[in-house]
C-alpha cells in the first residue's frame, strides 16, 4: 500500500467531520487498500468474512490506520463492519473516528454495559467502532474473560465483518491470545520499519497460537 502518512496528518489537523478517511488519502493508497479488502474476501471465501485481528510487529507500522482505511473500503463493498479498538496499551481509534466512547470492551464483558451502548457510529455509513479507555488490563485478561466469547458472538450475529486493532505482537506478545478466537489474522510490516528476523519471530508466535494467518500487509 502506498505511502499516505502526510495525507493522514492533514486530516487529523483539519479534523473535518464531513470528511472519512478514505476520502483524506490518494486514490494510489485507496486501491492498494481496495486490493487488499477484495484478497481478505477471496481468503474468507463466504458472505461473510467474520472476525479478524490486525497485528504488527512495532507500533509506527500504521497498524491503526491501515484498520480503519480497510473497514471502509470493506463498508463500500457491502459489508456492515464493526471496528474494536483493542491496542490496549496506545488505543487511538477514536482519534481517526473523530469520537470516543466512554463504554468500553470492559464495562460489555463485566456486565455494566450492552452491546448497543458498546457500538459507535463514525464519519462513514455501515462502519462502527469499539473503544477502549480502561488501564492496566491485557489482551490476554480480556480474551479469557467469560464474557467476551459473548461479545464474540454477538458482535458477528450484527456485522459481516469485526475487526480487531490488536497491540504490536513485538512489543506485546500477549495479544496473540486474541488469534485463538478469531477467524483469521492480518500483519502490517512498515516497510522498512522493522528487521526481517523481528517480523519472523511473530509470525512464529501466531504459529504457535495457531492463528490462521491470511497473509501479510506491506504499508507505506
Given at each position: 500500500i502506498p505511502d499516505y502518512r502526510d495525507s493522514i496528518g492533514r486530516y487529523m489537523k483539519?479534523?473535518?467531520?464531513n470528511e472519512t478517511i478514505s476520502e483524506a488519502v490518494s486514490v494510489a493508497a485507496m486501491e492498494g487498500i481496495k486490493t487488499l479488502a477484495t484478497n481478505i474476501q477471496f481468503a474468507c471465501n463466504g458472505p461473510t468474512i467474520g472476525a479478524i485481528m490486525v497485528t504488527s510487529t512495532m507500533s509506527t507500522e500504521g497498524k491503526s490506520t491501515m484498520t480503519m482505511l480497510l473497514a471502509e473500503a470493506l463498508s463500500d463493498d457491502g459489508f456492515n463492519v464493526?471496528?474494536?479498538?483493542?491496542?490496549?496499551?496506545r488505543p487511538s481509534l477514536g482519534r481517526y473516528v473523530g469520537t470516543r466512547?466512554?463504554?468500553?470492551?470492559?464495562?460489555y464483558i463485566t456486565g455494566k454495559a450492552?452491546?448497543?451502548q458498546l457500538v459507535t457510529k463514525t464519519r462513514k455509513p455501515y462502519v462502527f467502532f469499539v473503544d477502549f479507555n480502561h488501564q492496566n488490563y491485557s489482551i490476554s485478561q480480556i480474551v479469557k474473560h467469560t464474557?467476551?466469547?459473548?461479545?464474540?458472538?454477538?458482535a458477528k450475529k450484527n456485522f459481516s465483518v469485526?475487526?480487531?486493532d490488536t497491540s504490536?505482537?513485538?512489543?506485546?506478545?500477549?495479544?496473540?491470545m486474541l488469534s485463538t478466537v478469531v477467524d483469521g489474522t492480518l500483519m502490517v510490516l512498515g516497510t522498512g520499519m522493522v528487521e526481517r528476523t523481528q517480523a519472523v519471530e511473530v509470525v512464529g508466535q501466531l504459529r504457535k497460537a495457531n492463528a490462521n494467518l491470511l497473509g501479510v500487509v506491506l504499508n507505506y
Open positions: 483539519d479534523n473535518d467531520p464493526l471496528v474494536c479498538d483493542f491496542d490496549v496499551k466512547n466512554r463504554v468500553d470492551i470492559i464495562d450492552t452491546f448497543s464474557g467476551f466469547l459473548k461479545f464474540i458472538a454477538e469485526v475487526l480487531f504490536p505482537l513485538g512489543m506485546f506478545i500477549d495479544a496473540a
